[in-house]
């Protein structure tokens, strides 16, 4: 659709309806649209953004948080799923904020594993502002201290951006800018050494405890990270039997988390890549 300004905008759509609809049915939340706004509303704006982000998050609403995602990237898993339903047949139609961030192209939208179980996979608990910027007039970014419904402590960071939009006016559509979600990565907020696990650890700062002890040399500490399972099944033999194949890792020099992947059929289990 071209506005009166030649300006390229388009409705937003109302995904989970299958239809088109004015940005202001799509939107009746607490973040109105944004017009010329001095810097500091502008902010505002941007913050209560983030603030609805995380509200719905605590409310459980996950697929509510669609209203916040990009429309290119939305139009992108709008036709990710025509696909899916032509040639799987019993593909179902809606969709959701996880196929969202399954099927987005990671320049676009990043939602890094931090994100996926502060967000979508467990409820949010606690959350505190730690710090705001605004980095450019389209671009903000803030910081918030989390704590989920399994106990993980993490540190979010929120990137946003500015995008045009179509909003229903007297007479006619007026263009308007709103913030939109580009980025939602994060990191532990536990930074102690760690000698034994804990709920607030996340999967990563597991394996890399686990890894520091064997860079020590401390075989039988790492015993403490194993799952019930692992220990059932080690009985009286204790560490010695699989003491062989961390032998490589004894004494090796830096480690870092590369990756961390979690399947949604299945969030409480992680795979950590470690380089």
Not at 125 to 142: E, N, P, R, T, Y
Not at 192 to 215: E, G
């Amino acid at each position: 659709m071209q506005c009166k300004h030649g300006t390229s905008a388009r409705l937003l759509p109302d995904v989970r309806n299958s239809r088109r609809q004015p940005a202001a049915c799509r939107r009746a939340r607490h973040v109105p649209p944004l017009r010329c706004l001095a810097p500091d509303q502008s902010a505002e704006q941007a913050a209560a953004t983030v603030n609805d982000c995380l509200r719905l998050a605590t409310e459980g609403d996950v697929d509510a948080l669609l209203e916040h995602v990009p429309d290119e990237v939305l139009d992108r898993c709008i036709a990710l799923q025509k696909s899916a339903r032509k040639w799987t047949p019993g593909v179902q139609s809606s969709i959701s904020f996880q196929d969202v961030v399954r099927n987005s192209h990671k320049k676009e939208f990043i939602f890094d594993a931090y994100g996926q179980r502060g967000l979508i996979f467990f409820p949010l608990q606690q959350h505190q502002v730690l710090s705001s910027m605004m980095v450019s007039s389209d671009k903000f970014v803030q910081r918030c201290d989390i704590t989920t419904g399994v106990g993980e402590r993490a540190v979010l960071t929120f990137q946003l951006m500015q995008q045009e939009c179509l909003q229903s006016a007297y007479k006619g559509v007026q263009v308007v800018k709103r913030w939109v979600l580009h980025s939602i990565t994060g990191e532990s907020a536990v930074v102690a050494d760690l000698q034994h696990p804990h709920p607030s650890l996340s999967p990563d700062a597991v394996a890399l405890a686990q890894l520091q002890l064997l860079r020590q040399g401390q075989l039988e500490e790492v015993c403490a990270f194993a799952s019930p399972s692992s220990h059932a099944s080690l009985g009286k033999f204790g560490f010695a039997p699989v003491s062989a194949h961390f032998q490589p890792l004894m004494g090796h020099e830096a480690a870092r988390v590369l990756m961390t992947m979690h399947n949604y059929n299945c969030p409480d289990k992680a795979t950590v890549v470690i380089g």
